[in-house]
């Protein structure tokens, strides 16, 4: 087990925003958070970095608190892909990317030739080596989000969260983007944990066979965990979201079918609450 959260509730003062919380996420595995804005993802993601510390429950990476861990422990074993990032020194796309390394080089430490090895093998992965001496402040946003996967998979830790990764990338971009990641836990066992407002993401990586679990949270409301079909159904996007949908199944041109969503539209509101 690289992650499990057990019993876990965050408060802001006297308002309850996620409470009796409990997943985890293993070696091969892809956890997606979804909710509505407000519902808590970005705060559960939070915890588990060792950002925020005030919660009741346990959080344990690698077998250990995470409250107890030291930032370069944590950078040994979560490598992390934030929503925002706004880059304020013009490094060159390499250098960004190299700093990935400094949880194993440490702080002071100098890049060897298995940090530079490292460093060109992810540009490569994410298909960015063109960008390599461009400089990290001229990138447009969808290119900053595959230098930021870059980065994490130069630090190799066994699990990888990401905050809203397909936000600004395009169709081709979030594609890539979405079979890199799916790559990496197939054939390397890295964990995700991953929160996203595509609901299409849980079925894309359900659709690829891979070991995929949706957690559904709802601000002040335990959660709901299951596989994505389990959980993505025209009930439960009623229910969370307020909207009337359906669930299709699509030839994908190769003998398989893929899982989309159709809005049909919003849930009138009752004017009587």
Do not use: W
């Amino acid at each position: 087990m690289i992650l499990e959260i057990r019993d876990f509730s965050f408060s802001f003062g006297e308002a309850p925003l996620l409470r009796d919380l409990s997943l985890s996420v293993d070696a091969g595995e892809i956890v997606c958070l979804l909710g509505p804005n407000g519902s808590g993802k970005t705060t559960l993601l939070d915890c588990a970095l060792g950002f925020h510390r005030s919660y009741s429950g346990s959080i344990t990476l690698c077998g250990k608190d995470v409250s107890a861990c030291s930032r370069p422990q944590l950078a040994a074993k979560v490598a992390y892909v934030p929503q925002l990032h706004r880059p304020a020194f013009p490094y060159t796309v390499r250098e960004a990317v190299l700093m990935g390394r400094t949880a194993h080089a440490g702080l002071f430490g100098a890049p060897g030739r298995e940090d530079y090895a490292r460093c060109d093998a992810a540009l490569r992965r994410v298909g960015i080596e063109a960008l390599a001496d461009r400089p990290y402040t001229s990138l447009s946003g969808g290119e900053l989000k595959l230098v930021l996967l870059a980065r994490a998979l130069a630090q190799q830790t066994p699990l990888i969260v990401l905050d809203e990764p397909t936000s600004s990338l395009d169709f081709k971009n979030e594609l890539l983007f979405l079979e890199t990641l799916a790559d990496l836990v197939k054939t390397d066992g890295i964990g995700v944990l991953m929160a996203t407002h595509a609901l299409q993401h849980p079925f894309y990586f359900e659709t690829k066979r891979l070991p995929v679990k949706a957690v559904m949270l709802r601000r002040g409301e335990p959660a709901r965990t299951g596989t994505p079909t389990e959980l993505l159904t025209p009930q439960t996007l009623l229910d969370v979201y307020g909207v009337r949908a359906v669930v299709q199944e699509v030839p994908d041109g190769a003998g398989n079918t893929v899982k989309t969503i159709a809005v049909l539209g919003s849930e009138p509101k009752d004017v009587t609450r």
